[in-house]
């Protein structure tokens, strides 16, 4: 089983940047796509992107697209989300997640990830 440590969250004013880490350990990192997604107060936990194992296809939903972007280091197993132009409606707790064996393509779903960090909180203030 996959244990996953999120870290670099915080405080960051309205148009700044901050990335975000996620440290995998007890499994084979470089071998399944990985995820961040983000729960903001009192709304649903929500897909943000996503990215292969070998880094060749990455997704991110619209909301983010353009601004984020996702990459993964498959030596230190460690995957990051680099957040730019962040805006006030990017204040969430984020969490990476692994996906599930045997699932095709990039799943943007929830439930298709089988192992989660204890997320890290990102505020977006004016």
């Known amino acids: 089983q996959v244990q996953l440590v999120e870290s670099g969250g915080g405080e960051v004013q309205a148009g700044g940047s901050l990335r975000l880490s996620c440290a995998a350990s007890g499994g084979t990192f470089s071998r399944y796509t990985m995820a961040w997604f983000r729960q903001a107060p009192g709304k649903e936990r929500e897909f943000a992107a996503a990215?292969?194992?070998?880094?060749?296809?990455?997704k991110f939903a619209d909301a983010v697209k353009g601004r984020f972007t996702i990459s993964r280091d498959n030596v230190r197993n460690t995957l990051y989300l680099h957040m730019n132009s962040m805006k006030l409606e990017d204040t969430a707790i984020y969490y990476c997640a692994k996906v599930r064996p045997f699932r095709v393509g990039v799943p943007t779903a929830g439930d298709d990830y089988d192992s989660w960090g204890q997320g890290t909180q990102v505020t977006v203030s004016s």
């Open positions: 990215i292969t194992a070998s880094s060749a296809t990455t």
